[in-house]
């Protein structure tokens, strides 16, 4: 069965809205998950790593303020986009390590018009 | 920065056999894996080598050697549905062992 659950799946949002994409742990508790975002025909881009309790640390060019990252708990790790922009159209999908294996979240289509 | 590099596309014919390389910076990475991503979909795991030498599954086997910062990723007995974007990662030394992935390589299997 599924480790990482992700949704909405797919969402199309206008410019300037926020959305927010939740990430939920299923089977174990996890104090770090990461964030990642992918381009068409690109590879996995690693945004932030999330750290239960305290702040996320943002990979160098991520925009902190734009992209909030909240993990309340050891099973929810949000990604809230703000402000959306056309150029933020973008494949999002979260992840989580064990010893031997990252499990990912089903991704996220996310389509600003 | 650490990179890795894997080629950007390879083809082959169905029922074929095809090995995709990767290299990488040895130092800032401890394990590599393999995953395999459909357009639209999330990766799905194939392997994590973490010692030199080769791991055998099924079709796939992998391949390490960490002191060339070298793997491969070899897949037999090719099926249409095997077409699909390969990626490579690092695993690296930092705190939270985040992975770091390669541009991935996409392989186009023909009939």
């Known amino acids: 069965g599924a480790v990482v659950s992700q949704h909405p799946s797919r969402v199309i949002c206008k410019s300037g809205t926020s959305v927010k994409i939740e990430c939920r742990s299923l089977?174990?508790?996890?104090?770090?998950m990461f964030w990642y975002r992918q381009f068409p025909k690109q590879s996995l881009m690693l945004m932030a790593t999330?750290?239960?309790?305290?702040?996320?640390?943002?990979e160098q060019g991520v925009e902190k303020d734009k992209f909030l990252i909240n993990h309340a708990s050891l099973t929810l790790s949000t990604l809230t986009v703000t402000s959306a922009h056309p150029e933020d159209s973008s494949f999002y999908i979260c992840?989580?390590?064990?010893?031997?294996?990252?499990?990912f979240g089903q991704g996220t289509r996310l389509t600003v018009v | 920065g650490q990179n890795i590099d894997q080629p950007t596309e390879m083809t082959a014919t169905e029922g074929a056999i095809v090995q995709i390389n990767c290299t990488y910076q040895?130092?800032?990475?401890?394990?590599l894996f393999w995953y395999q991503q459909h357009a639209g979909e999330a990766p799905t795991f194939l392997s994590y080598?973490?010692?030199?030498g080769l791991e055998e599954k099924g079709r796939f086997s992998s391949f390490l050697s960490r002191s060339k910062g070298y793997s491969y990723l070899l897949l037999k007995e090719l099926q249409m549905k095997d077409s699909a974007s390969y990626l490579c990662?690092?695993?690296?030394?930092?705190?939270?062992?985040?992975?770091?992935f390669g541009a991935g390589t996409q392989v186009v299997v023909t009939p």
């Open positions: 992840s989580l390590l064990s010893t031997t294996e990252a499990f």
């Open positions: 999330s750290n239960e309790g305290s702040k996320a640390t943002y």
């Open positions: 089977d174990f508790q996890a104090t770090t």
């Open positions: 040895t130092s800032g990475f401890n394990g």
């Open positions: 080598n973490v010692l030199d």
């Open positions: 990662a690092g695993r690296t030394t930092d705190s939270w062992g985040k992975l770091q």
